[in-house]
């Protein structure tokens, strides 16, 4: 079965940074494109980042452009986002997604939670 | 950046109740829109993938339909197990634009 589990949210300050990491299991992970969304408290759901199975395509939303680097480690099965300048609005539920050819969010993690807050 | 305008925002149904929920795109997307369910403090599942294929898993319920700009999430008869939020998305180019939900409750 397909699994992702996220991992490293927590409460961050203001202006500081964080590191997701997302474990992927069940599948070959190298041959997936995987992506970041993200859902602040009580709102919708926003995409976050992409980037294809080999690191050569990668996309961001504006909101996090410059600030976010989304990445991964094939042989250790990995998805990671790195999160720096971090605002208060950037507080959600962050997970990671992996796509099939015609579906682009066709398994979810469990999420993680970001707070930032002083 | 594509706009997903999807209504309603709320919604209550009875059980047994056809309910439909659409999204209209701020242009074409060729159909490259999906529809995502999502329960509280749950992950998304997704119900709908290309604008008209069940996704594996899911009650034939659900449908999708739509094409061009405008698309709709149709369940056929409403169970209580369908109480959620819904989403449209569309990726048919980067950013990938969510609708901003629907949220189903029964009556």
């Known amino acids: 079965d397909v699994q992702l589990v996220e991992s490293g949210g927590g409460l961050v300050q203001p202006g500081g940074s964080r590191k997701l990491s997302c474990a992927a299991s069940g599948f070959t992970f190298s041959s997936f494109g995987m992506h970041w969304v993200r859902q602040a408290p009580e709102k919708g759901l926003e995409w976050v980042a992409y980037?294809?199975?080999?690191?050569?395509?990668?996309y961001y939303a504006d909101t996090v452009k410059g600030r976010f680097t989304i990445s991964r480690d094939n042989p250790k099965n990995t998805l990671f986002l790195q999160m720096t300048s971090l605002r208060s609005e950037d507080t959600a539920m962050y997970y990671c997604a992996r796509e099939t050819t015609v579906v682009p969010f066709a398994y979810w993690g469990q999420g993680t939670l970001v707070t930032v807050s002083a | 950046d594509i706009k997903m305008t999807q209504s309603p925002s709320s919604m209550y149904a009875s059980l047994g109740e056809r309910v439909t929920i659409t999204c209209k795109a701020s242009q074409d997307i060729k159909s490259y829109l999906s529809w995502y369910q999502q329960k509280p403090w749950k992950s998304p599942k997704t119900l709908i993938y290309?604008?008209?294929s069940l996704a594996d898993g899911v009650p034939s319920r659900f449908s999708g339909s739509g094409s061009g700009q405008d698309y709709s999430l149709t369940i056929s008869s409403l169970e209580s197990d369908d109480t959620a939020t819904y989403y449209c998305?569309?990726?048919?180019?980067?950013?990938?634009?969510f609708g901003a939900g629907t949220k189903l409750e029964l009556k």
């Open positions: 980037i294809s199975s080999g690191s050569s395509t990668i």
């Open positions: 998305l569309q990726h048919g180019e980067s950013p990938l634009t």
């Open positions: 290309y604008a008209t």
